[in-house]
């Protein structure tokens, strides 16, 4: 019997119009595009237009773009995955906006908290529920709109400067031609580093995991989401310690895209395209020079659009796709590194 395995059948991407140069942001902290692109390779990014763009409506515009491309229409899609950090609500998650949006027929829409590997979790997701034969079209996207929660303010410019908005989408279906599609998927957290790099209030927390009781009130229940003190101390943006979180990187990603060729009997020679999320340039770079690629053998687009999260992966092999970057029988390795700390990588024979 052969082997049925998960193919990327189609894939599309969404960003938003409106580029935010390193200078529009100087205008508004103390930053510098010097400083931007030296430490991070960042020379742009989207933002949604406010109001009307979010992280659902940009990755139900990457999806019409990825069903379009895979030859399916909204009957056939079975199930919904979507990894976003920057949901449209707290709760529901933007799953069931797509398939609201998407007119889907009630398929199951499941949302992924797994901020930069977001997409590789649901990616590993997916794979399963197709290997076993339970769904056979599966949209997957990952989506962000962060610009929507950042501190513009000087104090928040090591996180703000470095995220972007947008959106990417892949329609999943089984495939049983030889050795092709998603070869394996490795998965990983460690949360003892949960608060390097997170978005802490909103939640309902209560300062239970830091001891950091000062913002609440003992006796008021049902205040403990954002209280007063919260929003006078402005302590309600995404928080980073970036040294630390830069450090963990270089060091998880190589660890586990060769978890990811030891499973399957690859080296690293036999890569033919690396798509590392676009955390940082030097990230990117420092990870390719540990594990001895070429330039031609990593994708960046971090130039372009910033940190997007979960949306990176997905709208960097896109891209790379279209420019002819991803040929078939290529061997392709998806790697992510990020908060929870939480990393992952798959390897996809294309
Ligand atoms: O995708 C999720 C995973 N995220 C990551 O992987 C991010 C990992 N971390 C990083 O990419 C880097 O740590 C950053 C790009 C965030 C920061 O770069 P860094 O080289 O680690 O800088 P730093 O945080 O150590 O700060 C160095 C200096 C500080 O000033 P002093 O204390 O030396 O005077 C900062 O205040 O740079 C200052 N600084 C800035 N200056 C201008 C921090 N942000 C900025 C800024 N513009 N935007």
């Not at 992924?112 to 977001?118: A, L, M, P, V, Y």
């Amino acid at each position: 019997m052969k082997q049925v395995r998960t193919k990327i059948a189609g894939m599309g991407y969404y960003v938003p119009e409106n580029v935010v140069t390193n200078d529009d942001l100087a205008k508004v902290m103390d930053t510098n595009d010097e400083w931007i692109q030296e430490r991070t390779g960042i020379k742009e990014r989207r933002y949604v237009t406010r109001m009307k763009e979010t992280a659902a409506t940009m990755g139900v515009e990457a999806s019409k773009k990825a069903m379009e491309k895979a030859g399916v229409t909204a009957e056939d899609i079975d199930f919904v995955i979507f990894a976003t950090l920057s949901p449209d609500y707290f709760f529901p998650g933007c799953g069931v906006l797509v398939q609201r949006e998407l007119g889907l027929d009630k398929v199951g829409a499941l949302d992924i908290r797994n901020q930069c590997s977001g997409f590789i979790y649901g990616l590993s997701v997916a794979d399963q529920f197709i290997k076993t034969g339970m769904y056979k079209n599966i949209l997957l996207i990952g989506g962000e709109a962060h610009s929507s929660g950042l501190d513009f303010s000087t104090r928040g410019r090591n996180v703000t400067v470095i995220f972007g908005d947008g959106a990417g989408a892949v329609v999943l279906q089984p495939t049983e031609e030889d050795g092709k599609g998603v070869l394996t998927t490795h998965l990983h957290s460690d949360g003892r580093y949960a608060e390097k790099l997170a978005f802490i209030n909103p939640g309902s927390h209560g300062g239970a995991h830091t001891g950091n009781t000062e913002y609440y009130d003992e006796d008021v229940y049902g205040e403990l989401m954002m209280t007063q003190k919260i929003m006078d101390a402005g302590d309600r943006y995404p928080n980073m310690e970036g040294p630390f979180v830069f450090k963990n990187a270089v060091r998880r990603f190589p660890e586990v895209i060769n978890e990811a060729l030891s499973a399957t009997g690859h080296s690293v020679e036999d890569i033919d395209m690396l798509i590392p999320h676009q955390a940082n340039l030097r990230i990117s770079q420092f990870v390719q020079s540990i594990m001895g690629l070429p330039d031609d053998k990593v994708f960046n687009n971090i130039q372009k659009y910033g940190n997007t999260t979960a949306a990176s992966i997905p709208i960097a092999l896109c891209e790379a796709y279209d420019a002819g970057k991803v040929k078939d029988g290529d061997l392709v390795c998806l790697a992510a590194f990020g908060s929870g700390f939480t990393w992952a990588s798959a390897l996809i024979r294309w």
